[in-house]
């Protein structure tokens, strides 16, 4: 099983803050209950296109999954970041379709909008 | 040339005074701010002759502290550069870290800089320049992920902030690595010597390394950066 965890649209601090913390807490959740993870986040937002504070959200997300995708919850566990493009959208059972076998901590990003940009 | 003001937080220590004293060896002013009140006596030790020194002892996950820095900055009529040094640490492993530990670091990672940033963004001059203090943890790290989450996500508020403020005012933010500190000294010799092993440059970093990366960064050689992380790594966010 995998839990999904859509990204949120924060704009303000208040909102960053209490969506990185429920994001840490379903992280939390899914491990306790075995579940792999895969968080949906806008594509734009890995490079502040909408606003510096869905950046700072997104970006969050992003140092999350790696960073405890770096611990691993036990062999073969994974968590990524599955990024979509405007106007894309993906059933939740099919978000795992975008990661392979055997990653993990990885952000794959959809479609052609970021390509010759920084990678996140 | 007109000495320009430049606004420290961390400043009591370690990377913060570094920093600190390479601009004011470069023609800064100096307001530094730090919630330790031994910020009164770095700002003292750096001040020389026709510059500005000053600080102010603040909270920046506090409004109130926020209000002070901002305060300070208006009596001196503005501001030139920021540097959003101060961080702290709170490491675990994710199965022992609870929701408190996470918290408190983003709180002071991230939200408060992003915070005090928003506060003063009538106050920067144009031709202003940013540096948020992220990490070549933000890449990932064990048992950090709270430290992680803020740093990646100071890196992204970084890309944000730098298309919403153009062309006004430049963004941009370091990156350490391993840097000589008092975390750094406090590690047993053999595993600080194996981190060592890791890095390229066959070296630790210095305080200085990343205080010449900012100095760049909010100098005009640096006119055309923005919304870049400069990581100050020894090659170890490349290394195997």
Redesign the interface.
Known sequence: MTTVIRASEPDD?TG??SA??TA??Q??AA?AADEDVVMAVPAA????????????????????V??????G?RPGWVINVVALPEGVEVADGDLDLYVGAGVT?QVVTVGTGLLGK?AP | MTAKLAVVTGGARGLGVAIAQLLVERGHHLLLVDRDPAVADTAAELSREGRETSSVVADLTEDAGVGAVVEAVRRRGGLDVLVNNAGITRDARLSKMDIDDFAAVVDVNLIAPMRLTQALVDDFRDGAAVVNMSSRAALGNFGQTNYVTSKSGLVGYTRGLALAWAPRVRVNAVAPGLIDSAMSRAMPEDVLAGLVAKVPADRIGEPSDVARAVAYLVSEDASYVTGQVLTVCGGRSVAP
Request: positive net charge; without cysteine; hydrophobic residues 50%.
């Open positions: 601090l960053v803050r990185l913390l840490f807490e992280v939390k491990i937002d890995l490079l502040g296109h909408r606003g510096p504070e869905r950046g700072a959200y997104v970006g969050g997300l992003v140092g999350m790696r960073a405890v995708a770096f611990e919850a901590g920084v």
